[in-house]
């Protein structure tokens, strides 16, 4: 049982990106997923999250606008489309699966301790 994070990269300021979170093992459908992120030097912060089958999803204020979540039940990947980047997106993003809820609420760092089957995580780097 794991998700495999990808698709991060160096992009230049107000560019795209899409990563992708891909399970093996257990159904990513059946779940809240959410993805993270962590700048160095910095706490693990909440991003977006889906809700199971796609129902429903929420964002943080920095990226409402910018950030769309979506999941692919036949690839059993959960991808977030980043666009409009900028300097301060820079940071690991991480993937993980909520296993208390199945409804998302926005994620934040007090709600972490619901999440497991965290990913490795992919680097996006935002630079000129």
């Known amino acids: 049982v794991q998700v495999v994070e990808s698709g991060g990269g160096l992009v230049q300021p107000g560019g795209s990106l899409r990563l992708s979170c891909t399970a093996s093992?257990?159904?990513?459908?059946?779940?809240?997923i959410a993805w993270f992120r962590q700048a160095p030097g910095k706490e693990r912060e909440g991003v977006s999250c889906?809700?199971?089958?796609?129902?429903?999803?929420s964002y943080v204020d920095s990226v409402k606008g910018r950030f769309t979540i979506s999941s692919d039940n036949a690839k059993n990947t959960v991808y977030l489309h980043m666009n409009g980047l900028k300097p301060e997106d820079a940071a690991r993003y991480y993937c993980?699966?909520?296993?208390?809820?199945?409804?998302?609420?926005?994620?934040?760092?007090?709600?972490?301790?619901?999440?497991?089957?965290w990913g490795q995580g992919t680097p996006v780097t935002v630079s000129s």
């Open positions: 993980a699966v909520n296993l208390m809820r199945s409804i998302c609420v926005t994620p934040t760092t007090s709600q972490m301790h619901e999440y497991g089957y």
């Open positions: 093992g257990f159904s990513l459908n059946q779940y809240a």
């Open positions: 889906i809700s199971y089958g796609g129902r429903s999803s």
